[in-house]
């Protein structure tokens, strides 16, 4: 009898963690949090805890090295993954790092790499701890592992949304995907015509938003300082409508979102614009922003209303009002997931 064949691509990539998740049990008493959310949770003392995540790049899916330097390459690996232990309230404090790669790099490129890796280290007053290289036939893969402290009841989960709790986030949205438009275009003119210069005067901040982008560590700083701690907690790495939901499912809520209070840079806007893109689409579903997406209590909206970089975009609702969003013009949809699916 044949064993029964499920393609990746129908079970998805949530799809699999959760079977992954489903499959594995936890036996150790300071394994206190596992799979699920941005990073794992494991017990230090009777105070505080360690948080763990790891995220791997593969090249040609999360990166194209004809218009990312490896510099910015190493650099946006260690964001990504600090992002992750700053999603969870925390501060983050070692990575480890695992690359494979073939002969087609020199030791001048693997270093350069290493110059991004190293530059986000001093940034983020982080120490690379570790790690392993290996060969590799299919280009080349990176995998990071961060780990931070937390003090624990500090940590936020993805779960603790409440009815009535301010949904907010942190920034801008939508300036990475826009970069990657602008990057992708201008690889096609030089392709087509390896003789052009790249246009992208003017396009400085979002350009710069894919290939260095920050992960805000300074957020989870200015929280505590606000005297605010909030009740859930995502980074935007797949975009909004994503992340909303996996926080809507994690807590057993629902909410509304308005786009009226969504932030958009202006640049960001424009390029929309001229790519023929809704604004409201990428920002919704762009992803890489790696801004945060949190939800506060009613009581602490005085403490962040005029807050530069702190943008309440909406509400909880009960599980059984569903995610939806108010578009400008007062009408309500439903909120669909359309991030990246790698498989
Ligand atoms: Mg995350």
């Not at 201008?186 to 246009?199: H, I």
Request: hydrophobic share 40%; aromatic share 6%.
């Amino acid at each position: 009898m044949e064993t029964p064949r499920t393609e990746l691509n129908e079970l998805g990539e949530f799809g699999l963690i959760e079977r992954i998740k489903t499959a594995s049990t936890l036996r150790n008493t300071t394994s206190l949090r596992g799979i699920g959310d941005d990073a794992a949770v494991i017990k230090k003392d009777e105070k505080n805890v360690f948080l763990v995540s790891t995220d791997t790049l593969a090249e040609g899916i999360h990166f194209d090295l004809t218009y990312v330097p490896l510099k910015h390459l190493g650099y946006k690996a260690v964001v990504v993954n600090l992002s992750d232990i700053v999603a969870m309230n925390g501060t983050p404090e070692q990575i480890t790092v695992a690359l494979a790669c073939s002969n087609r790099f020199s030791v001048e490129a693997i270093e350069e790499l290493y110059q991004g890796i190293l530059l986000a280290c001093d940034h983020y007053n982080v120490d690379l701890v570790g790690g392993d290289t290996t060969t590799s036939r299919a280009g080349l893969i990176l995998s990071i592992t961060a780990l931070g402290t937390a003090e624990a009841d500090k940590v936020v989960y993805r779960s603790g949304a409440r009815t009535n709790d301010i949904v907010c986030v942190s920034g801008d949205l939508g300036g990475a995907y826009m970069g990657l438009q602008v990057l992708e275009r201008e690889k096609q003119s030089f392709l087509a015509n390896p003789e052009m210069q790249p246009e992208l005067e003017g396009l400085d901040y979002i350009v710069q938003r894919q290939l260095k982008p920050e992960a805000r560590v300074d957020m989870v700083k200015e929280l505590a300082t606000l005297g605010i701690l909030p009740t859930s907690m995502i980074d935007i790495s797949d975009g909004l409508a994503s992340e909303i939901l996996h926080l809507c499912s994690s807590s057993g809520k629902g909410a509304e979102l308005f786009e009226d209070k969504f932030p958009i840079d202006q640049m960001t806007y424009e390029t929309a614009r001229e790519f023929d893109l809704d604004p409201l689409t990428v920002m919704m579903n762009g992803g890489e922003d790696y801004e945060l997406l949190f939800t506060i209590k009613q009581e602490d909206f005085e403490k962040i209303k005029n807050h530069p970089s702190i943008n309440p975009i909406g509400y909880m609702k009960e599980a059984a009002a569903g995610v939806n969003l108010i578009t400008k013009a007062g009408n309500s949809f439903p909120i669909k997931a359309q991030g990246w699916k790698h498989f």
